[in-house]
């Protein structure tokens, strides 16, 4: 060995000792509850002269101000908008829950009017978890991508349609669509069929197992399968109204773990003249109907899966020469929010494997790490797995 190998041998287990001492201390401190302090204006009327009443209704008019900032943080706007009556029955009218401690800074009442501003701490960890729990994603949150595989029989079919078969591979159906656009809305992610180059000619009915496999073909994480069928109902209206009856029935599994993440069965009655446009519309009333129920429950299994401990292999390549830079990224690494623990399980001349314990996938992982900016050096993440990120160290 050259005196120039024994030299960055040593400095290559100088700079791993803290590394190490780091990682064989074991899991870190559970991480402290997110706290946000904001002052907020609050305002309301002195009614009958009676002040303090007055006082107490612009401080929880302050804090309800508070709790709607958080959600706004939180959520996009499109995303309030389209559930803002969701989120103002669950959220919104039991601020209470989310309300860490407040003080009032100052007032003024001017005629019958008073003004405060308070300095308010909003719990934003117990918003978040309450808000996926009603099946509204976190603004910036990996979003789990879905697979649909619904088959659908108009009330003028004779057959299902569903687009596994010998059929167009694009199409949504009609209940897919209504099911797809409310999820969307719920911050679901839709994946892109068209990667498919060829009709796949598969029955309707496939095994659970094989649905599963095509979803993670089309780098779907959750596949809901399911039928949308629409009838002529009794007419019980008279005259040239007809009642037309749809019923879609759906399951959610999860890609990863193939568990079931929720099921949901909607029925929709319309009348119409027409027996093309009344079914259509009791289907899309059934699928959006269908799309609510599923976001509740696809969200909130979605996160208790995300929220439970993965093993991942970090796999990097390039440290020699460039030990402290991987000794940084590693510090980095285990500073990410959802990473729990960090050991080493292999050290070569020009390769490293770190086993992370994260809650989370790889994908969400590789994200992570590609949003930190590091002093010094960059890193390429060439390659990601449901098992690994393949990491590659770049010198500047």
């Known amino acids: ?125 117990r918003i978040s978890k309450d808000l996926a729990n009603l099946g509204l994603t976190r603004a910036g949150a990996v979003s789990p991508r879905l697979v649909f595989m619904i088959a659908e029989k108009k009330v003028t079919d004779t057959d299902y349609r569903f687009w596994w078969g010998a059929g167009q591979r694009n199409d949504r159906t009609i209940c897919e669509r209504a099911m797809a656009s409310v999820l969307q809305s719920a911050g679901f992610e839709l994946t892109d069929r068209s990667v498919l180059n060829a009709p796949l000619n598969l029955p309707r009915g496939l095994p659970q197992a094989d649905m599963i496999a095509l979803a993670q073909r089309l780098g779907g994480d959750v596949v809901i399968v399911g039928s949308g069928m629409a009838v002529t109902a009794s007419n019980t209206m008279g005259g040239s109204l007809q009642a037309f009856e749809a019923m879609v029935e759906a399951q959610a599994y999860s890609v990863k773990t193939g568990q079931r993440m929720g099921g949901t069965r909607q029925k929709s009655v319309v009348s119409d003249q027409n027996n093309l446009t009344g079914g259509r519309e009791a289907l899309a009333e059934a699928g959006a109907l269908a799309g609510d129920a599923l976001a509740r429950q696809v969200m909130a299994a979605w996160k208790r899966e995300q929220d439970s401990n993965t093993v991942i292999d970090a796999i990097v390549e390039g440290t020699s020469g460039q030990i402290a830079s991987f000794v940084r990224l590693r510090t980095s690494m285990s500073s990410l929010p959802g990473v729990r623990e960090l050991k080493m399980k292999e050290m070569a001349a020009d390769r490293a494997v770190v086993a992370v314990s994260y809650q989370g996938d790889t994908r969400s992982l590789a994200d992570a790490l590609l949003l930190k900016t590091f002093n010094g050096f960059g890193i390429d993440i060439y390659e990601v797995t449901p098992e690994a990120v393949y990491i590659r160290l770049i010198q500047r």
């Open 1 to 125: 060995m050259t005196p120039g190998q024994l030299i960055d041998r040593w400095l290559t287990i100088i700079l791993l000792i803290p590394m190490l001492l780091a990682v064989a201390s074991g899991s870190p401190a559970a991480k402290e509850s997110v706290v946000k302090q904001m002052n907020v204006l609050g305002s309301a009327m002195v009614y009958n002269g009676n002040l303090a009443n007055g006082r107490q209704n612009a401080v929880d008019d302050a804090l309800a101000s508070a709790v709607g900032q958080a959600v706004m943080e939180i959520l996009t706007s499109k995303i309030v908008v389209r559930r803002f009556q969701l989120i103002s029955d669950r959220i919104l009218n039991q601020r209470e829950n989310y309300i860490r401690n407040y003080r009032v800074l100052t007032e003024n009442v001017s005629g019958k009017t008073i003004r405060i501003l308070v300095q308010v701490s909003v719990g934003l960890d």
